[in-house]
């Protein structure tokens, strides 16, 4: 023999990689899209997904936090020292499933479970919030995990007390807990920080290795008593994905609907995962996602939380975009024909009344009540229809109008739905003029002027800017003009936003009549 070893061949040899909650086997060589196939997910386009490798090799060496989940919601643990560590690793698996057994003022007690630890004699000082084992009858293999809710002493029948660590987040559910309440899981907190290997792509075609852990969405539950603010996150996200624009280590941040209104509806702890809205002060309407836990903040409205995906949170850069599923889906049905919105409200259980036009080519343009938990709630909507025919498709530019295209939206309702509407204000016999809704933005700055010299084209859409004090007028022009924008200003005051797609529709509205827009 040369003495030669020769090397694997692993290529004929199967893979089994982690899809956001779903592992999948492949064969060697896969990609992502491989791996989004198998598990039944379709790719946002642009959004991202993030990679992590390695971390199930490390995960008992590396987690000193761990996130308890209970019948009344959950809570995470703080390990103290190595010695405590190696404890709990070797027991906190046989606790799931466990009821609480004892509760007093001071500690409640869930068990018994057989453990290797070490009894003896002897009362001992615990502290509010700390977490120790505990024996019945100095016997191990009636071991008992045991929260204390006040400081005092006990013997809890293990040598040294016992302590394991503290309650570090959701000591609210802690307080909570009572006799009839279960250990439902346990799970190690894995910092992302610990791990080099990790990384964020929008390429689906990146090869996969063994044990990698994908994801390319999160998963977020919203709140049912946050009505108006689960609607505002619903708004945010209403084309798939969040648009994260500012990012710190302790949360990320939307700016999707800044500025506009939200009510203060829940005060509650901005632990990890937690989704708040800011509902008032500066950087009113910008929404949070908490990446650690935090206290509760008086401008900080809870609406919903993220129960899968966080690793994703916790990895995008500002600029980047995350996909969203939300629970549950979002009932707004406006952009929708009748039969399609009844498809989804038979699948949500909710029973629907039709008004307005109610023709094949109808278009749903208004829904009553909005909110979807509102919907969920009384389990009932009427829906309003309008003919096709009503219905004006426009393209905004938002490569050359951004912030005139922002304000368009906030004006016309397409900022929250699928469907924008606007009073016509003014009819001449080539422009139409709009008012739409008061937007609470800061000046509509000079942008996307027509050159001086150029044609104004009949179906463009136009914004007076702050050069004049029309400003925020909204017009559209019927014919090319070569002095005057779409609001009957001046090239200098007019912000060209979009272009109406089918014109002929608007020649034949008068004035008071209600235009509906749907972007294309």
């Known amino acids: 023999m040369s003495g030669r070893v020769r090397a694997l061949d692993n290529s004929s040899r199967p893979i089994t990689v982690q899809i956001n909650e779903k592992k999948v086997t492949l064969p060697y060589g ?25 971390r199930e090799e490390k995960r008992r060496e590396v987690a000193t936090e761990f996130r308890v989940l209970t019948s009344k919601g959950e809570f995470k643990i703080e390990l103290a020292a190595e010695a405590a560590k190696r404890i709990w690793i070797e027991n906190y698996g046989r606790l799931v499933g466990c009821k609480a057994r004892w509760t007093t003022a001071q500690a409640i007690a869930f068990g018994p479970i057989p453990s290797g630890i070490e009894v003896g004699k002897g009362e001992h000082e615990y502290a509010r919030w700390e977490v120790s084992f505990g024996t019945g009858g100095y016997d191990a293999r009636n071991t008992y995990l045991i929260l204390s809710k006040a400081s005092h002493s006990s013997d809890y029948g293990v040598k040294g007390g016992g302590v394991l660590g503290r309650v570090v987040s959701g000591r609210n559910v802690l307080a909570s807990l009572g006799d009839d309440d279960v250990i439902t899981g346990i799970e190690p907190v894995i910092r992302l920080e610990s791990f080099a290997s990790k990384i964020v792509t929008t390429d689906t075609s990146t090869k996969l290795e063994d044990g990698m852990e994908i994801y390319s969405q999160a998963e977020v539950e919203l709140l049912p008593k946050a009505k108006d603010g689960a609607e505002h996150f619903y708004a945010a996200v209403k084309n798939g994905f969040f648009k994260v624009d500012f990012v710190t280590s302790s949360f990320i941040s939307t700016d999707t609907m800044l ?115 509102e919907i969920i709630s009384s389990g009932n909507v009427k829906l309003t229809g309008v003919p096709q025919s009503n219905l004006i498709e426009i393209h905004l530019y938002d490569d050359l109008a951004p912030n005139t295209s922002d304000y368009f939206r906030k004006a016309s309702g397409l900022k929250e739905h699928r469907v924008g509407a606007l009073p016509v204000f003014f009819k001449y016999e080539e422009t139409m003029l709009f008012k739409g809704k008061p937007v609470a933005t800061g000046s509509l700055i000079p942008e996307n002027k027509p050159k001086e010299g150029s044609i104004v084209k009949g179906g463009d859409i136009a914004l007076t800017n702050m050069a004049s004090k029309h400003e925020g007028m909204i017009g559209v022009r019927f014919s090319d003009n070569d002095k005057f924008g779409p609001t009957g200003e001046k090239y200098a005051a007019t912000n060209i936003v979009g272009r109406v797609i089918n014109v002929e529709k608007l020649k034949k509205l008068k004035e008071k009549d209600m235009v509906y827009f749907k972007e294309v």
Request: include cysteine; proline fraction near 4%.
């Open 259 to 373: 500025g506009e209104l939200c009510p203060y509806e829940n005060l509650a702890a901005r632990s990890e995962g937690t989704i708040s809205v800011r509902t008032s002060g500066k950087g009113r309407g910008r929404i949070y996602i908490s990446k650690q836990d935090m206290t509760s903040n008086v401008y900080h409205s809870i609406v919903g939380r993220v129960i899968h995906g966080m690793e994703l949170v916790k990895m995008v850069s500002p600029g980047q975009k995350i996909a969203i599923k939300t629970i549950p889906k979002r009932l707004s049905m406006m952009g929708y024909g009748f039969e399609e919105a009844g498809n989804i409200l038979d699948a949500a259980g909710v029973k629907y009344e039709k008004a307005g036009y109610q023709g094949k080519d109808a278009v749903i343009v208004d829904q009553s009540p909005r909110t979807t938990m």
């Open 30 to 54: 896969s990609a992502i899209s491989d791996a989004l196939a198998a598990a039944g997910y379709q790719h946002q386009p642009d959004t991202v997904i993030g990679i992590v490798s390695g």
